[in-house]
T-cell receptor, first 117, second 109 residues
Framework: SAVISQKPSRDICQRGTSLTIQCQVD?????MFWYRQQPGQSLTLIAT?????????ESGFVIDKFPISRPNLTFSTLTVSNMSPEDSSIYLC??????????????FGPGTRLLVL | EDQVTQSPEALRLQEGESSSLNCSYTVSGLRGLFWYRQDPGKGPEFLFTLYSAGEEKEKERLKATLTKKESFLHITAPKPEDSATYLCAVQAGFQKLVFGTGTRLLVSP
């Protein structure tokens, strides 16, 4: 499986500011995803980061709030914009590859723990 | 709507006391069911993928099984290092994983 790193590992931010989270993979992957894990809750998919095109967002998540970049097959960023305390969460990057038309297992990074005051 | 329900929410076992975790799902067109382990402060670690009813997979003290409506994660003779949150997820659409809220397992020596 791929080795996935995220930066920063944790941060404390003031409301109204923005934070950009980086996800780096040690090999080229087809699919990259961003999830949110709020305290005591399950993982929720925010968006799929598409290389060379706009991200595909899930219902309830919008580009203005969570802009995503995917400049190549090993790197992606997620920005949490105009933060409020409700954005306090763990943000996780995951990667997968396509084997033909079937998506393979997703592997997760270590996560970024965000606290908004 | 695709849905995953895990039970129990929390489970406390003595070392060596075998048990099972349950994952019930409702999904249109199951493409795969996944089990992950998550330790505090870390990202989920992949354990198993199951694709069709009747399929079973094993890894050390863990065994995952799948039926048309649910999956079980059997833990045989657990050790304290098996303590973690176990997450179940289903892949319905082409890419999307839908996760349950997990079972927190604590194994006491």
């Amino acid at each position: 499986s791929a080795v996935i790193s995220q930066k920063p590992s944790r941060d404390i931010c003031q409301r109204g500011t923005s934070l950009t989270i980086q996800c780096q993979v040690d090999s080229q992957v087809t699919m990259m995803f961003w999830y949110r894990q709020q305290p005591g809750q399950s993982l929720t998919l925010i968006a799929t980061a598409n290389q060379g095109s706009e991200a595909t967002y899930e219902s309830g998540f919008v580009i203005d709030k969570f802009p995503i970049s995917r400049p190549n097959l090993t790197f992606s960023t997620l920005t949490v914009s105009n933060m409020s305390p409700e954005d306090s969460s763990i943000y996780l990057c995951s990667v997968g590859s396509l084997a033909g038309a079937v998506q393979e297992t997703q592997y997760f990074g270590p996560g970024t723990r965000l606290l908004v005051l | 709507e695709d849905q995953v329900t895990q039970s129990p929410e929390a489970l406390r076992l003595q070392e060596g006391e075998s048990s099972s975790l349950n994952c019930s799902y409702t999904v249109s067109g199951l493409r795969g069911l996944f089990w992950y382990r998550q330790d505090p402060g870390k990202g989920p670690e992949f354990l198993f993928t199951l694709y069709s009813a009747g399929e079973e997979k094993e890894k050390e003290r863990l065994k995952a099984t799948l039926t048309k409506k649910e999956s079980f994660l059997h833990i045989t003779a657990p050790k304290p290092e098996d303590s973690a949150t176990y997450l179940c997820a289903v892949q319905a659409g082409f890419q999307k994983l839908v996760f349950g809220t997990g079972t927190r397992l604590l194994v006491s020596p």
